[in-house]
Each structure stands twice: as structure tokens, then as C-alpha cells.
């Protein structure tokens, strides 16, 4: 039959006699995820991998082959029905999600060169043409100057 990995490890800490303390000391993982481990109560990690490096640090503090436990581990995550705490997580990734990125990108771009021509038109910056002054400071009158004041 099928013994858990937190079977398998709460029993060689009691072969060996130990408390969760110091092996929580001697491992640096907390009392409360030993206890965890050894009650197969694998949803108290945010990631599958955090549980992985917990179940190696701990057998090879207990002397145990930790690769076994982590297939088993596996196997026993991998059954538990979707939507519960032993489901592993799944990444989900859209065809779409790469056009998306371009498209995100292409639109921030636009969106800046849009800004930057808007900030021109309004700050005067804008190129104006250059005129020359008269000696006394004041503009030059032109031909068409002449005719328009003449009107």
C-alpha cells in the first residue's frame, strides 16, 4: 500500500527522536511547515516548489532519500481533483498573449510620440520663420505689408 511522504517523515523523526523544534532549527523551515509535511498538508505553500525543497531539506536532515518522497508527493498532488489545495497550479498562456504584448507596446509608443507633438504646438516652440529687424528694432515692412496697410 501506499505510505505518504509525511508519514514516511514524521516516522523517521520518531525513529530518530527528535522534535519538529530542532529539526525546524537544524533546517531553517518553520515548526509550522514540518508539521505541515508530515500531516500531508501540502496547500499551505503559495508554490509546489517551496513544498519540493521543504520535503529534500528535511529527509536529508533525517537521513532519508528525499527523491522518492518528492514522487510521491507528486503523484499524490497530481490526483487530487482540480479546484482544491493539491491541485498544482497550471499556467495558462493565450496565443494571443505575444500580439498583446506588441499591441500594449505599439499603443504606449503612440501614445508618447502623440504627447510629445502635442507639447510642441502648445509650449511655442513650434519653428517660426526668421526676421531680420531694422536698425531701429522694428520689423521691416514688406511690399505686401505696404499693400495690405495701403488697402
Do not use: C
Not at 12 to 22: I, K, N, P
Not at 97 to 125: E, T
Request: charged share 25%; proline share 7%.
Amino acid at each position: 500500500m501506499f505510505e505518504s511522504p509525511g508519514r514516511i517523515l514524521s516516522e523517521a523523526r520518531l525513529e530518530r527522536g527528535g522534535s519538529l523544534q530542532e529539526y525546524a532549527e537544524r533546517t531553517k523551515i518553520p515548526v509550522s511547515s514540518l508539521e505541515a509535511l508530515e500531516a500531508d498538508n501540502w496547500s499551505w505553500m503559495a508554490a509546489p516548489v517551496y513544498v519540493k525543497g521543504f520535503i529534500r531539506a528535511y529527509a536529508l536532515e533525517l537521513d532519508l532519500d528525499p527523491e522518492p518522497l518528492i514522487a510521491a508527493w507528486r503523484n499524490a498532488s497530481s490526483q487530487a481533483p482540480q479546484g482544491t489545495a493539491f491541485a498544482r497550479r497550471q499556467t495558462i498562456t493565450s496565443p494571443e498573449a505575444p500580439n498583446r504584448s506588441f499591441r500594449m507596446a505599439a499603443g504606449i509608443a503612440l501614445g508618447a510620440v502623440a504627447f510629445v507633438i502635442w507639447l510642441v504646438l502648445n509650449s511655442g516652440l513650434s519653428p517660426q520663420p526668421d526676421r531680420a529687424l531694422d536698425d531701429d528694432g522694428t520689423e521691416p515692412v514688406t511690399s505686401e505689408d505696404a499693400r495690405n496697410h495701403a488697402e
